[in-house]
């Protein structure tokens, strides 16, 4: 059975759904990307039932309403610390695609109370090369007011420059997701993610990516192919870590649901 609740952290409030917790099972929480939604990881349910999974909208997207606070990176990480806290989720697993990846970095960095057990990297921005659509975003945001940025979100602006020239399930849910939050927290979250590139050192690993390296749980990078193709800069990088390569797969690496689930279900396995 799943559970569909919305937390009172702090004043926001905070989406979750998740299946029953079992204290006999592994728990898996799940952290969305920029602009989605737990819609990314729907998948999870089906492919990992002997696992509890937590899923979140951080506030400003899917049905989470924007924060009355902040709407920064770090404070969405911690946001999510007071949520595991608040659900008793004593210990877990943490997996984050793409922007959900950076938030989790800032978990496990923000984790004195070491909750986070693994910590599985789908995709996060830690190099400058990982971060064009951001960029673009961004770009966006800064070019138009409000009313126009927000047409541009939910008309056919983004949807006819990302996710329906794409052309693939992935894209569809990441449509419907960006129909839901908050254009002004998406472009906010676009223009912190795009300003990662001033941080970046002389290999081009930026902020957050260091941070990522310096973690000291057991991690994991997933990433595919075709999403870095002619990114050689990021992926010398990432060879340098531990990492999961899935050939021939986008950004949304968790697009072919057989092969992610059960590369996600080996690293937990083989954390003791």
């Not at 990176?73 to 984050?96: D, P, S, V, W």
């Not at 923000?110 to 910590?119: E, H, L, P, S, T």
């Not at 599985?120 to 090369?129: D, P, S």
């Not at 541009?152 to 693939?168: N, Q, R, Y």
Request: with cysteine; hydrophobic share 40%; glycine share 8%.
């Amino acid at each position: 059975m799943l559970n569909e609740r919305w937390l009172d952290i702090d004043g926001d409030k905070l989406y979750c759904l998740s299946s029953s917790i079992s204290k006999k099972q592994d728990t898996l929480v799940l952290l969305h990307g920029l602009g989605e939604s737990h819609l990314c990881f729907a998948d999870a349910i089906d492919w990992l039932p002997n696992h509890n999974i937590v899923m979140f909208d951080m506030c400003g997207y899917g049905y989470s309403p924007a924060s009355s606070i902040s709407h920064s990176t770090e404070t969405q990480a911690k946001r999510i610390l007071a949520a595991l806290k608040f659900i008793n989720i004593e210990k877990c697993f943490l997996l984050g695609h793409s922007w959900g990846g950076d938030v989790s970095t800032l978990v496990c960095k923000n984790d004195d109370k070491r909750v986070i057990q693994g910590f599985i990297n789908a995709e996060g921005g830690l190099h400058e090369e990982n971060v064009i659509l951001s960029r673009i975003i961004s770009e966006q945001y800064s070019s138009l007011n409000e009313k126009e940025f927000n047409h541009w979100v939910k008309g056919s602006g983004f949807a006819t420059c990302f996710p329906l020239s794409w052309g693939h399930g992935a894209g569809i849910k990441y449509l419907a997701s960006v129909r839901r939050c908050d254009p002004v927290v998406l472009g906010e979250t676009a223009s912190e993610i795009y300003s990662q590139h001033a941080t970046q050192d002389s290999r081009g690993v930026v902020s957050w990516g260091q941070f990522y390296e310096a973690l000291p749980i057991p991690k994991v990078y997933f990433w595919g192919t075709q999403s870095l193709e002619g990114c050689e800069r990021a992926m010398e990088f990432i060879e340098t870590l531990d990492n999961v390569r899935f050939e021939g797969a986008n950004h949304w690496v968790q697009n072919e649901p057989a092969k992610f689930y059960a590369e996600v279900e080996k690293f937990m396995s083989s954390v003791i």
